[in-house]
């Protein structure tokens, strides 16, 4: 069994990848890291291409987001796929190309709308990966 986590850098993202790392620890299972990768530029950012420099900068950042949720010793490995204007389906087929049997995402905090309305990557994510899905909210500040 293979247990799967969509990374992205942002709190929601390093929530979910510290819950897949429980989860895979719980269960004794392999964890796999989902990454969609974009050279284009989308607002200030700009994902990691595929060159050796950009591949241990992105495997820095997984590490250090298990090192920071206490989960340092996690075995993992990581995936990642170019996508050609649409990084849901570029995920949904790295999905299925993994035969994950558990998908776990990071979303953001949603008022009550929100929640109804869902955002619409999250949204395709539910209908078009067949596997279970776990999401999980990025958590709430210290007060």
């Known amino acids: 069994m293979t247990i799967a986590v ?6 929601e993202g390093r929530a ?3 819950a897949a790392a429980r989860e895979s620890g719980g269960r004794g299972e392999q964890l796999l890291v989902l990454h969609v990768l ?3 530029n989308i607002g200030n950012t700009v994902d990691l291409g595929d ?7 992105l495997r820095g950042e997984i ?5 920071a949720g206490g989960f340092s010793e996690t075995k993992w490995d990581l995936r990642t796929t170019e996508h ?3 990084p ?3 995920l949904v087929n790295l999905v299925h190309g993994a035969g994950v049997d558990l998908l776990i995402v990071g979303t953001r905090r949603m008022s009550p709308i929100g929640k109804f309305l869902l955002e619409r990557p999250l949204q ?5 990966v067949e596997a279970p899905i776990l999401v999980v909210k990025e958590p709430l500040p210290a007060e």
């Open 6 to 11: 969509v990374h992205k850098d942002s709190p």
């Open 16 to 18: 979910a990848i510290v």
């Open 38 to 40: 974009d050279d284009v």
């Open 51 to 57: 060159t050796e420099d950009d591949q241990a900068a």
């Open 63 to 67: 590490q250090s987001a298990l090192d």
């Open 84 to 86: 050609d204007g649409d």
């Open 88 to 90: 849901v389906t570029a």
């Open 124 to 128: 395709r994510l539910l209908l078009e």
